[in-house]
T-cell receptor
């Protein structure tokens, strides 16, 4: 059973639209929630969230974590064609005593049309 | 420039052959990871290592092996026991186990 579930799996919007990507998680010994953007090859880091209710922002992107309901959202306002990518959510957990592992969801494929 | 180097970018092998994918980092990071990415599957963890000479199995370790003899290197061997080896393989590193991961550009392996 998947520990990190993202929705929707794909999304097509027009430039200028605002989008909300969802990520729910269910891992033991949770430590943080991370978002990545993958355009072609290497995923690039966007946000790391450790505390509930504190929004992190970077330009038109923002994200927030709800540790009670076990989910996070990534918002993108005024979308541009350059935002087209796979957005990956991942949960950091402690595994086997002192080892940290990062478990990813399947990703959301966002396509922004001009 | 600091970063993670994966080589080669593309690799072709015949079924039944073992193949080793290279991953080197010069970021002085303690932790290193191998993920596999298939279409529609996201990233799945194969192996990870928090320190030299120690590593742990991830969620899909069967048919793979790794070594961590040096801090900067974490090679992955895809053995003939791996039933569906054709995939995109990503290596990553992080300063500590709790830090964000930095990824290499990946190796696309095709086995026929």
């Amino acid at each position: 059973e998947d520990k990190v579930v993202q929705s929707p799996l794909s999304l097509v919007v027009h430039e200028g639209d605002t989008v909300t990507l969802n990520c729910s998680y269910e891992v033991t010994n949770f430590r943080s929630l991370l978002w990545y953007k993958q355009e072609k090859k290497a995923p690039t880091f966007l946000f790391m969230l450790t505390s509930s209710g504190i929004e992190k922002k970077s330009g038109r992107l923002s994200s927030i974590l709800d540790k009670k309901e076990l989910f996070s959202i990534l918002n993108i306002t005024a979308t541009q064609t350059g935002d087209s990518a796979i957005y990956l959510c991942a949960a950091h957990e402690i595994s086997g005593g002192s080892n940290y592992k990062l478990t990813f969801g399947k990703g959301t494929l966002l396509t922004v049309n001009p | 420039d600091g970063g993670i180097t994966q080589s080669p970018k593309y690799l072709f092998r015949k079924e039944g052959q073992n193949v080793t994918l290279s991953c080197e980092q010069n970021l002085n990071h303690d932790a290193m990871y191998w993920y596999r990415q298939d279409p529609g599957q996201g990233l799945r963890l194969i192996y990870y290592s928090q320190i030299v000479n120690d590593f742990q199995k991830g969620d899909i370790a069967e048919g793979y092996s790794v070594s961590r003899e040096k801090k900067e290197s974490f090679p992955l061997t895809v053995t003939s026991a791996q039933k569906n080896p054709t995939a995109f393989y990503l290596c990553a590193s992080s300063a500590t186990g709790m830090s964000p991961l930095h990824f290499g550009n990946g190796t696309r392996l095709t086995v026929t």
